[in-house]
């Protein structure tokens, strides 16, 4: 089931907008092909239920438990840094609850109640004018995000109500990195390369995707601290 909720976690960073980056920085990497690279970051966490949910349920015990670390509507801050977040789901167009009476079968008398089996939590870094470009300034900003979905999840299952209604099955954290096709081809060799010496026993999910303006993503799955730090040395 984890497998199946990574591949659907992929396909919702893969559709993150050209307008999604108006308000995000990249960061600056200076030490790739002896000159200055930019790369965008996205954090993501995803989770899905044992039951059916409603849309209107789900998302506001989601966003109940965003709420200490909002700034504005669609900004979370955490160790003094800005994300812009989205919440993204998969609805279960043909699903019916089984106390719904269906009074005829014209798929118009049918209703359509928006029920969802699984939501992802998105991040963005909203850097401003601020540039992030030192090892330091990347490291604090990949621990951070990952902080930030670590505290969010749990949060969503601490709280007693939240907890029990959204009944959550699995989840997964993820970073992808977006960048153009050569600079990411070497950031996955280099992975592979930290991997292969580390003594990490169970390989973690990475792959490579299509982004936009020609553009791939690198996804890893970053459950494990460890994997965290590895992906920090790869970039700096």
Do not use: W
Not at 45 to 59: C, G
Not at 105 to 125: F, K, N, Q, T
């Amino acid at each position: 089931m984890e497998k199946l909720v990574l591949k659907i976690g992929e396909k919702m960073l893969e559709k993150a907008t050209e307008q999604i980056y108006d308000e995000v920085s990249p960061i600056i990497l200076k030490k790739f092909f002896r000159k200055c690279q930019e790369a965008y970051l996205k954090f993501a966490l995803i989770f899905d239920f044992y039951e059916f949910l409603l849309l209107e349920d789900a998302m506001q015990l989601v966003e109940s438990c965003l709420m200490e670390y909002k700034v504005d509507a669609s900004t979370l801050q955490i160790n003094g840094l800005e994300f812009i977040y989205f919440i993204n789901y998969e609805v279960e167009e043909d699903y019916l609850p089984p106390d719904i009476d269906i009074i005829c079968e014209e798929s118009e008398c049918v209703p359509s109640l928006g029920y969802v089996s699984l939501m992802e939590i998105m991040l963005l870094p909203k850097n401003g004018k601020k540039r992030i470009e030192s090892r330091e300034q990347v490291e604090k900003l990949i621990i951070s995000g990952v902080k930030l979905l670590d505290t969010i999840f749990n949060q969503l299952k601490k709280d007693e109500k939240t907890n029990h209604t959204l009944k959550i099955r699995s989840d997964s954290k993820m970073i992808a990195v977006e960048s153009n096709s050569i600079f990411i081809s070497d950031i996955y060799k280099r992975i592979l390369s930290e991997l292969a010496k580390s003594k990490i026993t169970c390989t973690p999910h990475i792959s490579i995707s299509k982004g936009i303006n020609g553009k791939d993503n690198l996804i890893i799955a970053t459950n494990d601290a460890t994997i965290v730090q590895l992906l920090i040395r790869a970039l700096t």
